[in-house]
């Protein structure tokens, strides 16, 4: 589909208007960091930390959405490392305080390698790789990561809602969280967890499936001005507030 005399079109704007599953990604990481960092959820937060997860979903959607603006091998790299603490996240392995710092530290790497390469007007390793190399990883880098955002959906529904309930009971009677509650909250009755997580779903279905329409893309036509993904976003962003607004979190 490619080969080495293909051109390079790293550093060339995605399109005219700059709509594409990047702009969606970006606009919903950022809304969620401010919705999570303002007075609303302050209660909230200081009463269990744990909330704080929310915070590492989002900067990963931030990093995610602004990769897609930087088409090059560092950038789309760097963004699936980002987009792997979707998973690790999600499951409870570990603190989310550390991986909120975790992901704040990639998503800052990720800047300063966007500022060198724009001062430079050349991408890092654009010597050292094939251009055939450099289109399979900067597209497929994509693929993986709308893979992974999917698993925050996924993660919930088979990882965590079945054995729950359970680990309540049990932590209840001992007196501690156990298991994967130690680093999450009970989600089981939050009508935004659901809303967000089937619809995310949703989404990384749409994304794979209009990748796989647009392939390399090599001349970096224009992403529709209205797509699915940007028609689902949109949906997501209105019912995940909705149903916030109905659990009294916001006034």
């Not at 760097?78 to 792997?84: C, D, M, R």
């Not at 430079?120 to 790789?129: G, K």
């Not at 054995?163 to 501690?176: A, C, K, M, R, V």
């Amino acid at each position: 589909m490619s080969d080495d005399n293909s051109p390079d079109t790293s550093l060339t704007p995605q399109n005219k208007y700059q709509i594409g599953p990047g702009l969606g990604l970006l606009l919903m990481g950022l809304l969620y960091l401010i919705f999570w960092i303002s007075p609303l959820v302050y209660e909230s937060l200081t009463e269990d930390l744990r909330w704080s997860h929310n915070w590492v979903y989002s900067l990963i959607l931030i990093t995610i959405g602004a990769s897609f603006y930087q088409k090059t091998v560092v950038s789309r790299t760097i963004a699936i490392v980002q987009a792997s603490l979707m998973p690790l996240t999600a499951s409870g392995a570990f603190n989310t305080t550390f991986m909120t710092i975790v992901a704040l530290v990639i998503l800052s790497t990720w800047f300063i390698v966007v500022l060198i390469e724009r001062k430079n007007n050349s991408p890092l390793l654009n010597q050292r790789i094939s251009q055939r190399t450099k289109n399979w990883i900067t597209m497929h880098s994509l693929i993986v990561c709308w893979m992974l955002i999917a698993h925050m959906g996924l993660v919930f529904f088979i990882g965590r809602l079945p054995f729950e309930s359970q680990l309540d009971t049990i932590g209840t009677g001992l007196g501690e969280s156990i298991g994967f509650l130690l680093n999450l909250p009970i989600e089981r009755h939050d009508l935004v967890t659901y809303v967000f997580d089937i619809n995310l779903i949703i989404l990384a279905v749409l994304f794979g499936y209009e990748q796989f329409k647009v392939g390399y893309n090599l001349k970096n036509n224009p992403w529709p001005k209205i797509s699915f993904r940007f028609l689902w976003i949109t949906v997501v962003l209105g019912l995940v507030l909705v149903p916030i607004s109905l659990q009294g979190i916001i006034p």
